[in-house]
């Protein structure tokens, strides 16, 4: 079995929700995504262990591109930046850190905007420009700017900053950390996208 049956039920569940809404525009396909560890690694398949502790089986196609994701620093953000920004919502109204990515050039306005993530329960995803950084005793202030408003988001000391670049097969080994995507393709949950770490760096995704 390929999937575990819960998660294959959540994946078939989906798929026969957006069935009966279609009429005459088929729906998109519907994705789960898996982050935690590779487990191992066969011809055409990956085996993922994720943060809950189950063991999932995917299907890894042959021309399926890797991105590598690796850490940078606080320093790198400046304004102008275009990042990603996970964050938790504060007692006060403010918005708290818990990773960011600094989009390279050529993704500069991808997901633009301000909606919930999955990353923790309540969190959010901003993705945006930053229009100024604030240094602060317990780290920095980023005054983020997005097509449809701004915000400002509190970075602390400790929260990781990373980026991306297109990687290639050699990522994927026991105990890389990855994050993903998965689509169901006939009766099998197929990987759509993949990143990953090198030499054990741990994705904050």
């Known amino acids: ?44 398949l990956l085996t993922v262990k994720d943060r809950s502790g189950e063991v999932v089986q995917l299907v890894l196609p042959d021309a399926l591109p890797v991105s590598e994701i690796y850490p940078m620093a606080m320093s790198d953000i400046q304004p102008g930046s275009f990042i990603g920004t996970a964050a938790m919502p504060q007692p006060d109204g403010s918005e708290r850190a818990i990773a960011v990515m600094v989009f390279p050039e050529s993704a500069r306005g991808a997901g ?28 920095r202030t ?12 509190v970075v602390p000391l400790d929260a990781p900053v990373v980026s991306f670049k297109p990687g290639d097969r050699s990522l994927l080994v026991p105990g890389a950390s990855v994050s ?26």
């Open 112 to 139: 633009e905007g301000h909606r919930p993530f999955d990353m923790l329960p309540q969190s959010t995803m901003t993705n945006a420009t930053v229009a100024d950084v604030v240094a602060t005793p317990k780290g």
């Open 180 to 205: 993903l995507t998965a689509q169901m393709v006939g009766d099998k949950p197929t990987i759509s996208r993949i990143s990953a770490g090198r030499n054990g760096f741990a994705l904050p995704y």
């Open 1 to 44: 079995m390929l999937l575990t049956t819960r998660r294959t039920a959540a994946l078939a569940l989906c798929l026969a929700a957006n069935l009966c809404l279609a009429q005459a525009v088929a729906p998109p396909a519907v994705s789960v995504r898996v982050r935690g560890t590779v487990q191992s690694v066969a011809p055409g």
């Open 142 to 153: 980023m005054q983020l700017k997005y097509k449809d408003g701004a915000r400002d988001i």
